[in-house]
């Protein structure tokens, strides 16, 4: 009698490789929403930018990489948006 083991294991799970990462991609497209596959492209290509070795991480720690880096962003960006009279004083701007 043989028994036949499937594997529920996600694209994500797979180490990113540069040969097969466009198949990998269209595999991911279905497990996630638009917004979380620009991430992980964008974040690929920003890892490669920094000369991360992504062959040694995972579709889903590459992701968790961009989702803490846009976080990161938020709140740089949030502290650049605050109004300058919180570093400027009224008389400075008056004389």
């Known amino acids: 009698m043989a028994v036949l083991l499937f ?3 996600s694209t994500l799970d797979k180490k990113f490789n540069k040969d ?3 198949e990998d991609l269209k595999s991911i497209k279905s ?3 638009s917004t979380y ?3 992980l492209v964008s974040s690929i290509i920003r890892l490669k930018f920094q000369d991360k070795k992504l062959k040694e991480m995972t579709y889903a720690e ?3 990489d961009g989702k803490k880096w846009k976080a990161e962003q938020k709140v740089l960006t949030e502290k650049a ?3 300058l ?3 400027i004083s009224f ?3 008056h004389e």
């Open 20 to 22: 097969t990462a466009q």
């Open 62 to 64: 590459i992701l968790e």
């Open 31 to 33: 497990e996630l929403d």
């Open 91 to 93: 008389e400075t701007i």
């Open 81 to 83: 948006a605050e109004p």
């Open 37 to 39: 596959l620009n991430l």
């Open 85 to 87: 009279f919180y570093y």
């Open 7 to 9: 594997s529920c294991s």
